[in-house]
Each structure stands twice: as structure tokens, then as C-alpha cells.
């Protein structure tokens, strides 16, 4: 059974900072590129972040860059995304996703609320 599991979210001032974690399990364990997605009420679900295998390479999308930092340990087959100054425009569900092989996995999502 492979499973994706969010841990994290709950309510936020805008400005602190809020860490979210991704636990894989089962036949995830430590794959490669593992991503973090975001859904706004009422929006498309948008990519936040993504790190490869190593932690050597990292993408930000442009809006949270310099606020946001997606990091994982791999003795903990987890990944984070740590949110410093979250703005209340970044309200949402936030989901981990990776895939492996012809196969997509996603979180069940953990809610971030960020309120002004």
C-alpha cells in the first residue's frame, strides 16, 4: 500500500511561519521528485514546490520565492515545505504529490489557513 501523508496545516497569521511535512509510505518510500500543490477555494489546484531525490536541486514558483522552502530527509521519507510570511492569498489545501513510474500519488491534503 503506497500512501502520501500531509501534516501541518491549521490556522496562521499572516507573517509568522507555518512548517508543513510529507510522509511516503509503503512502495514511495524516497522517490524521486516529490512536489507540493496548493488549492485555493474556488481555484485550480497550482504547483508550489518540487526537490529531487538528493535535495540537490529545488524550484519555487515565483509568487512564494524567498518566503518558502521545500527541503525533505530521506531517513524520515519525508519532505517539507517550510512557509515563512505566508500571505492570506495563500489560503488553501495544500497536497504533496509524486509519481513513480506511470503512477501519480497524492496526499489526502492538510488545510493552511492565513489570515491577515
Known amino acids: 500500500h503506497a500512501q502520501l501523508a500531509e501534516f501541518g496545516g491549521g490556522l496562521v497569521q499572516a507573517g509568522e511561519s507555518l512548517r508543513l511535512s510529507c510522509v511516503a509510505s509503503g512502495r514511495i518510500v524516497n522517490p524521486d521528485w516529490m512536489h507540493w500543490y496548493r488549492q485555493a477555494p474556488g481555484k485550480q489546484r497550482e504547483w508550489v514546490a518540487g526537490i529531487n531525490r538528493d535535495g540537490s536541486d529545488a524550484n519555487i514558483f515565483d509568487n512564494v520565492r524567498g518566503r518558502f522552502t521545500i527541503s525533505r530527509d530521506n531517513a524520515k521519507n519525508t519532505v517539507y515545505l517550510q512557509m515563512n510570511s505566508p500571505k492570506p492569498e495563500g489560503t488553501g489545501v495544500y497536497y504533496c504529490?509524486?509519481?513513480?513510474?506511470?503512477?501519480?500519488?497524492w496526499g489526502q491534503g492538510t488545510q493552511v489557513t492565513v489570515s491577515s
Open positions: 504529490f509524486t509519481k513513480r513510474g506511470v503512477f501519480d500519488y
